[in-house]
């Protein structure tokens, strides 16, 4: 079984439906991070947890909201899905300090239409 | 301007080529320096890591930082069809909250 899974692996959703993307990992990572992708664009932060109590916003939060319902399993949900909010969405997890780096999962390509 | 800019290719190159990939970055306070390769369909995974300036190899690999220049490299040696995939640089503070920033990353197609 892979480090970090994702679920699904694709979605196509209509504007204005609410969408969860799930994350777990058996990396035993406290650090859980949700990234999407954009061509052109990179890897952009939304949403980051060090711990099931901690949740912190990224760069591009707005949108979007997250819940950490156990060290393991970190969902990334879309409250009301937009076209724009079509992209690549990468889970990834890390070790304290975490110095070496980030584990990924495969992604969820999510389009909205 | 970006924090961290990288060329986005894509670049082509022969079988057995030496390839130079390369990132400048504008935050003098970057410490920790990485490099990534994607493969389409696939979630980045961790190739390089470096601390401060100097350079790192691992076997065809090798990762140079020149923090005076704001600029860091990945060298490969005898690129493979194999090595095909996209490279992003990523960076961090110390501290920082393990928080990465990433290049825009390089597509790199190595031709028989």
């Known amino acids: ?113 | 301007q970006k924090e961290v800019e990288q060329d986005p290719g894509p670049l082509s190159v022969p079988e057995g080529a030496i390839v130079s990939l390369n990132c400048t970055y504008s935050n003098s306070a970057f410490q920790y320096f990485m490099w990534y390769r994607q493969y389409s369909r696939k979630g980045p995974e961790l190739l390089m890591y470096t601390y401060s300036s100097g350079n790192k190899e691992d076997g065809r690999f090798t990762a140079q930082v020149d923090k005076s220049s704001k600029y860091i490299s990945l060298f490969i040696r005898d690129s493979q069809p194999s090595d095909s995939a996209t490279y992003l640089c990523a960076m961090k503070l110390t501290g920082g909250g393990n928080k990465l920033t990433f290049g825009t990353g390089t597509q790199l197609k190595v031709e028989l």
């Open chain 1, 1 to 113: 079984d892979a480090d970090v899974t994702q679920t699904p692996r694709n979605r196509i959703t209509k504007t204005g439906k609410r969408i969860m993307l799930e994350c777990s990992q058996t990396k035993g990572h406290d650090r859980m991070y949700w990234y999407r992708q954009d061509p052109g664009l990179g890897l952009r932060l939304i949403y980051y947890s060090f711990d099931v109590k901690d949740i912190n916003k990224g760069e591009i939060s707005d949108g979007y909201s997250v819940s950490r319902q156990a060290q393991a399993k970190f969902s990334l949900s879309l409250e009301s899905a937009i076209p724009n909010q079509t992209a690549l969405y990468f889970c990834a997890t890390s070790d304290f300090p975490g110095s070496y780096g980030y584990t990924f999962g495969s992604g969820t390509r999510l389009t909205v239409v």
